[in-house]
């Protein structure tokens, strides 16, 4: 049986350093890089700009190996690649369909992609589909945005899964 294309699954943050970092990492460590390719970028990347220390240390802590990682800006290239294009905010979303138009349909944000709608506020019973930034916060605030991020890619695993099986 021929060996099927793998998914490409673009992470997309503000800058580039939290959380479209862990979501690619933890994804890459996670999944069949046979049958899920990912990568990230920033809206507002810029190459000079630190990973925060907190990031490779959880990433180090849980497990999910060494991060090699350089802050890299959206560019078309990386929206002709990716199948699908996960952003954490909404105005990620709003900014990828004014510069890159023809990418409707394949982005949405990471949380509504991946759970579904299942994940609703536990005070109000809103559904909120964000992942709020961290950068500047404690370790505290990056470890719960990590699992934040880290449960959203157990499912989109799950849900990816069915479709890249021969």
């Known amino acids: 049986?021929?060996?099927?294309?793998?998914?490409?699954?673009?992470?997309?943050?503000?800058?580039?350093?939290?959380?479209?970092?862990?979501?690619?990492?933890?994804?890459?460590?996670?999944?069949?890089?046979?049958?899920?390719?990912?990568?990230?970028?920033?809206?507002?990347?810029?190459?000079?700009?630190?990973?925060?220390?907190?990031?490779?240390?959880?990433?180090?802590?849980?497990?999910?190996?060494?991060?090699?990682?350089?802050?890299?800006?959206?560019?078309?290239?990386?929206?002709?690649w990716a199948d699908h294009v996960l952003v954490m905010e909404e105005f990620h979303r709003d900014y990828i369909l004014k510069h890159y138009p023809e990418s409707k349909g394949r982005v949405h944000l990471l949380k509504e992609f991946a759970l579904e709608g299942t994940r609703r506020n536990g005070s109000t019973g809103e559904i909120y589909f964000g992942v709020a930034d961290p950068i500047g916060s404690s370790d505290d605030v990056y470890r719960i945005c990590f699992q934040e991020i880290k449960e959203s890619i157990l499912a989109l695993i799950k849900k990816i899964k069915p479709r890249v099986q021969p």
Request: charged share 20%; aromatic share 4%.
């Open 1 to 80: 049986m021929a060996q099927e294309k793998p998914v490409h699954i673009l992470f997309v943050c503000t800058g580039n350093t939290c959380r479209s970092v862990m979501a690619e990492y933890l994804l890459k460590a996670l999944s069949d890089p046979k049958a899920i390719e990912t990568a990230s970028v920033g809206i507002a990347a810029n190459p000079h700009f630190p990973i925060p220390s907190a990031v490779p240390q959880l990433l180090a802590e849980l497990g999910y190996g060494s991060l090699d990682h350089t802050p890299t800006r959206l560019e078309k290239r990386h929206m002709e």
